[in-house]
């Protein structure tokens, strides 16, 4: 399976930035999306970003503009930028790596990280 590490949370004040990075623990070229998610306590987990092998980017229009989705194929990484931070950011923020196998059937698999916890408070 896909192994998936976050790293680069942390507390922030309003309006600061964080950059998160998810590690994969193997060439993300067999890897057709990858995304960020995230999920506040007692709440449903929600879309952020993806952008997927080929490039297309989409992101949450809660965002405003305020995330940058990115990937670094030879470090089999991707970015998220979060800048202008607002309360209502605070969540647990998950890794999303999607497979998809194709022979005489179609497989579909999802693989997460373990998440990294974004605070943005004063």
């Known amino acids: 399976q896909v192994q998936l590490v976050e790293s680069g949370g942390g507390l922030v004040q309003p309006g600061g930035s964080l950059r998160l990075s998810c590690a994969a623990s193997e060439s993300i070229s067999g890897i057709n999306a990858l995304g960020w998610y995230r999920q506040a306590p007692g709440k449903q987990r929600e879309l952020v970003a993806t952008?997927?092998?080929?490039?297309?980017?989409t992101y949450a229009d809660s965002l405003e503009g305020r995330f940058t989705i990115s990937r670094d194929n030879a470090k089999n990484t991707v970015y998220l930028q979060m800048n202008s931070l607002k309360p209502e950011d605070t969540a647990v923020y998950y890794c999303?790596?999607?497979?998809?196998?194709?022979?005489?059937?179609?497989?579909?698999?999802?693989?997460w990280g373990q998440g990294t916890q974004v605070t943005v408070s004063s």
């Open positions: 952008i997927t092998h080929n490039g297309t980017i």
């Open positions: 999303n790596a999607k497979v998809v196998l194709v022979s005489t059937t179609v497989k579909k698999y999802e693989f």
